[in-house]
C-alpha cells in the first residue's frame, strides 16, 4: 500500500491534483460534496477538460482512486491538501467551504498527518483561520503533533502547454519540518518545486500573480474603449507593442474577466489591506470598476451597432458564440459572457448561444442552445463572438453572418466590428 492522500474538492483544481498524485503512487480519495459529480468520477467519466475518462477509468482500475461524498473514507490519510472553493460574499471572502472541509477533517488528523491548503485566500487565513479549526477537531497542536501548509493553485483550465507537473508550484509550511515533508510530497507529482518562507509569502504569491494579470487587462480593456473612439486599431498596437521583447507582456482586451480567480483574488487582496492596514487597494478597486463594467460596454456597443443597422435590440436574434470565462474550456463560473447574456435577454434580444464546451451553465428561460452552423448564422441579426474556442469556424462566422461583433479579434470583415 502506499501512503494514503485525500484531497478535498474534485473540480478543475483538485482532480488533476487527484490523477497525478495517483501517476506518483499514492493511493488517492477524492473527496467531494456533489453526489452527481462523485457518481461520474466512480463510473470514470471526467467533466474536466484537462482530464481525460481513461485517466480516471485507468485510476479506477488500479485501485489506486476513490471518489466519495463521505468523509469515513478519507480515514487514515497521511497527506490532506484542501482544494475548495473561496466565493466573495458582498465584496468580503466568504471561507465557509475551508471552514467546512476543515471541520470535517479534522477528527481524521492522526499524529504525524499533513494538511495543505491550496485555496485561493488573503495571507493569514491557513494559520489564523484554518490552523485552529484542525486544532479543535482533532484534539492535537501544529506543528508539534501534526504538520500544516500553504501551495497555491496554479492550474490554467485549457492550457495544453502548461500543465499540472511541468508549473512549478511554490510551497510552504508552519514550520521547518512542515515545509520539509510538503516539498517532498510535491516533488513526487511536479516538476520543480518552489519553497518560500511563510505560509503568508505563499499566500500573498497566488494574490499578486492574479491581481497583475486583472490590473493588466483592466489597462487593455480601458485601452480599448478609448482606441475605439480614437479610431485606432488597438488589436493592431497591441501586435505591435508584443514585438518588444523585453519590459512588456502580452495581454488582449475582452468582455471582461471570468473564472474562479481573476473576478474574486484580487478583491481577497484589497479586503485584506483595508481589514488590516485601513488602506484602500487603488489599482484593485480600479481594475475591478473597469473590467465588471465591460460586459455592459459589449452590449452597449452591440445596441448602437444594430441602431445604426435600423435594427433594436429588443427583437433583435442575437446568436452569442461562447459561454465559459476562456477558450477551449467549458469552465463557466464568472464568466463575463454570462453577464452580457443575461443583459441582452433582459433587454428583449432572441438570444441564442453556441458553447460545445461548457455542458452544465445556468441561463435564464427563454435562451436557445444551439450550434454554430451556416443557417443559424446567416439567420442571426447579430453574431457575437465572447469566448474564442477554435472549434468555431471563424471564416464560416464571417462569411455568412449579417454583422459581427467580435470581442476577440478572431474575424475580420466589413461586416466585422472588433472591440
Same mark, same amino acid.
Given at each position: 500500500?502506499?501512503?494514503?492522500?485525500?484531497?478535498?474538492?474534485? *473540480?478543475?483544481?483538485? $482532480?488533476?491534483?487527484?490523477?497525478? /498524485?495517483?501517476?506518483? &503512487? +499514492? !493511493?488517492?480519495?477524492? @473527496?467531494? %460534496?456533489?453526489?452527481?459529480?462523485?457518481?461520474?468520477?466512480?463510473?470514470?467519466?471526467?467533466?474536466?477538460?484537462?482530464?481525460?475518462?481513461?485517466?480516471?477509468?485507468?485510476?479506477?482500475? *488500479?485501485?489506486?482512486? $476513490?471518489?466519495?461524498?463521505?468523509? /469515513?473514507?478519507?480515514? &487514515? +490519510? !497521511?497527506?490532506?491538501? @484542501?482544494? %475548495?472553493?473561496?466565493?466573495?460574499?458582498?465584496?468580503?471572502?466568504?471561507?465557509?467551504?475551508?471552514?467546512?472541509?476543515?471541520?470535517?477533517?479534522?477528527?481524521?488528523?492522526?499524529?504525524?498527518?499533513?494538511?495543505? $491548503?491550496?485555496?485561493?485566500?488573503?495571507?493569514?487565513?491557513?494559520?489564523?483561520?484554518?490552523?485552529? @479549526?484542525?486544532?479543535?477537531?482533532?484534539?492535537?497542536?501544529?506543528?508539534?503533533?501534526?504538520?500544516?501548509?500553504?501551495?497555491?493553485?496554479?492550474?490554467?483550465?485549457?492550457?495544453?502547454?502548461?500543465?499540472?507537473?511541468?508549473?512549478?508550484?511554490?510551497?510552504?509550511?508552519?514550520?521547518?519540518?512542515?515545509?520539509?515533508?510538503?516539498?517532498?510530497?510535491?516533488?513526487?507529482?511536479?516538476?520543480?518545486?518552489?519553497?518560500?518562507?511563510?505560509?503568508?509569502?505563499?499566500?500573498?504569491?497566488?494574490?499578486?500573480?492574479?491581481?497583475?494579470?486583472?490590473?493588466?487587462?483592466?489597462?487593455?480593456?480601458?485601452?480599448?474603449?478609448?482606441?475605439?473612439?480614437?479610431?485606432?486599431?488597438?488589436?493592431?498596437?497591441?501586435?505591435?507593442?508584443?514585438?518588444?521583447?523585453?519590459?512588456?507582456?502580452?495581454?488582449?482586451?475582452?468582455?471582461?474577466?471570468?473564472?474562479?480567480?481573476?473576478?474574486?483574488?484580487?478583491?481577497?487582496?484589497?479586503?485584506?489591506?483595508?481589514?488590516?492596514?485601513?488602506?484602500?487597494?487603488?489599482?484593485?478597486?480600479?481594475?475591478?470598476?473597469?473590467?465588471?463594467?465591460?460586459?455592459?460596454?459589449?452590449?452597449?456597443?452591440?445596441?448602437?451597432?444594430?441602431?445604426?443597422?435600423?435594427?433594436?435590440?429588443?427583437?433583435?436574434?442575437?446568436?452569442?458564440?461562447?459561454?465559459?470565462?476562456?477558450?477551449?474550456?467549458?469552465?463557466?463560473?464568472?464568466?463575463?459572457?454570462?453577464?452580457?447574456?443575461?443583459?441582452?435577454?433582459?433587454?428583449?434580444?432572441?438570444?441564442?448561444?453556441?458553447?460545445?464546451?461548457?455542458?452544465?451553465?445556468?441561463?435564464?428561460?427563454?435562451?436557445?442552445?444551439?450550434?454554430?452552423?451556416?443557417?443559424?448564422?446567416?439567420?442571426?441579426?447579430?453574431?457575437?463572438?465572447?469566448?474564442?474556442?477554435?472549434?468555431?469556424?471563424?471564416?464560416?462566422?464571417?462569411?455568412?453572418?449579417?454583422?459581427?461583433?467580435?470581442?476577440?479579434?478572431?474575424?475580420?470583415?466589413?461586416?466585422?466590428?472588433?472591440?
Amino acid at each position: 500500500m502506499g501512503e494514503k492522500l485525500v484531497v478535498v474538492g474534485q *473540480g478543475y483544481v483538485g $482532480l488533476p491534483l487527484a490523477m497525478r /498524485a495517483v501517476e506518483a &503512487g +499514492f !493511493d488517492v480519495v477524492g @473527496i467531494d %460534496v456533489d453526489e452527481w459529480r462523485v457518481k461520474r468520477l466512480n463510473a470514470g467519466e471526467s467533466f474536466v477538460e484537462d482530464i481525460g475518462d481513461e485517466q480516471v477509468a485507468a485510476a479506477l482500475r *488500479g485501485g489506486r482512486y $476513490l471518489a466519495s461524498t463521505d468523509y /469515513a473514507d478519507a480515514e &487514515g +490519510f !497521511d497527506l490532506c491538501v @484542501i482544494t %475548495v472553493p473561496t466565493p466573495l460574499s458582498e465584496g468580503a471572502p466568504d471561507l465557509c467551504h475551508i471552514a467546512s472541509a476543515g471541520r470535517s477533517i479534522a477528527p481524521l488528523v492522526r499524529p504525524g498527518a499533513t494538511v495543505v $491548503l491550496e485555496s485561493t485566500t488573503y495571507p493569514g487565513t491557513t494559520e489564523e483561520y484554518l490552523l485552529p @479549526i484542525l486544532e479543535e477537531g482533532s484534539g492535537l497542536r501544529a506543528p508539534e503533533d501534526f504538520l500544516l501548509g500553504y501551495s497555491p493553485e496554479r492550474i490554467d483550465p485549457g492550457n495544453a502547454v502548461w500543465r499540472l507537473e511541468n508549473t512549478p508550484k511554490v510551497v510552504s509550511g508552519i514550520d521547518a519540518a512542515s515545509l520539509k515533508r510538503i516539498q517532498g510530497f510535491y516533488q513526487r507529482v511536479v516538476d520543480r518545486v518552489v519553497p518560500v518562507s511563510s505560509l503568508q509569502v505563499a499566500e500573498l504569491c497566488k494574490l499578486l500573480e492574479n491581481t497583475f494579470r486583472h490590473v493588466n487587462i483592466a489597462l487593455v480593456n480601458e485601452l480599448a474603449i478609448f482606441a475605439e473612439q480614437l479610431g485606432i486599431d488597438v488589436w493592431e498596437a497591441i501586435d505591435a507593442a508584443s514585438t518588444k521583447p523585453f519590459g512588456y507582456m502580452r495581454f488582449t482586451p475582452g468582455p471582461g474577466v471570468g473564472g474562479h480567480c481573476l473576478p474574486i483574488d484580487p478583491s481577497y487582496l484589497s479586503w485584506k489591506v483595508k481589514r488590516s492596514l485601513g488602506h484602500n487597494f487603488r489599482f484593485v478597486e480600479l481594475a475591478n470598476d473597469i473590467n465588471d463594467h465591460m460586459p455592459d460596454r459589449v452590449v452597449h456597443r452591440l445596441m448602437l451597432a444594430l441602431n445604426q443597422r435600423g435594427k433594436a435590440l429588443n427583437g433583435s436574434r442575437v446568436v452569442v458564440l461562447g459561454l465559459a470565462y476562456k477558450k477551449n474550456a467549458g469552465d463557466c463560473r464568472e464568466s463575463p459572457a454570462i453577464d452580457v447574456v443575461k443583459s441582452l435577454h433582459k433587454l428583449g434580444a432572441r438570444v441564442r448561444a453556441a458553447d460545445p464546451h461548457v455542458t452544465d451553465c445556468r441561463l435564464p428561460a427563454g435562451i436557445e442552445i444551439v450550434e454554430a452552423t451556416r443557417r443559424e448564422l446567416a439567420e442571426a441579426d447579430a453574431v457575437l463572438v465572447l469566448t474564442d474556442h477554435d472549434v468555431f469556424d471563424y471564416e464560416l462566422v464571417q462569411e455568412v453572418s449579417p454583422y459581427v461583433f467580435d470581442t476577440r479579434n478572431r474575424c475580420r470583415g466589413p461586416n466585422v466590428e472588433v472591440l
